[in-house]
């Protein structure tokens, strides 16, 4: 027996139907669905792909993870068949966030669907943060004044691309470049385009083939104080305005 043939066994039980009855659902032969289930032969993927949909259960947990440990029926389910989490309080009742620590966030990548990977991460509860899914993302560079390196955004998960609203900021998991913090707008219904606030980087675009997650702004954990040298978004557009106004008498004495 091996652990995917374990798993489905144990869905199909959980559901309780036969497997004559599965296989049907399945579209093949009782004698086929047998040979998966006691681990002589593996299916393919298309197979693979029905059963996921019919067990509402992505490919990578069947084979990877042993189903029977994690509460499958409080998994949060998302679009193209793909599961997050259990969203899990702890003894007082208040939300757990996970924290993705610095030295995780490449390891996030490959192991964002993974339970065991996301239970292994250190976590916290904050009170004031309830209703829906929330995770902290470390905060890298200096696009995204006033968050530093060392400062966590904590994210509320976005189910749908359609949820998320031009000019607000979001975590953005995407295949190539990794955990992101940026300003974003909609750039076509198959696009994002990724803002900083720090004007010296410039915006790109990011395909919505290429996102993996993405984590609207809750609120920020600052693990450094800020110094005067820091500055604020309000003083930005003082030093801004007073540049414009230079620019405009420089031109109006040249004309």
Known sequence: MSLFSDNIRHLRVKKGISQEKLSQNLLITRGRYVKYEDGSS??????????????Y?????????????IPIEDLLKLGDNRILLPITVDQKGENIIEIVPHKAQAGYLSGYADPEFIESLQHISLPFLRNGKFRAFPVDGDSMPPHKKGSFIVGQYVERLGDVMDGKTYIVITKSQGIVYKRLNKNGKNALMLHSDNTIYLPYEIKASEILEIWEYACSIATNEFTPDDLSAESLKDMFRELRREIREVGNKIN
Do not use: T
């Not at 259960?57 to 440990?69: A, E, F, P, R």
């Open 42 to 55: 593996e299916p393919p993927y298309d197979i693979l792909k029905r059963m996921s949909y019919y067990f």
């Open 57 to 69: 259960v992505s490919i990578d947990i069947l084979l990877s993870v042993d189903v029977q440990k």
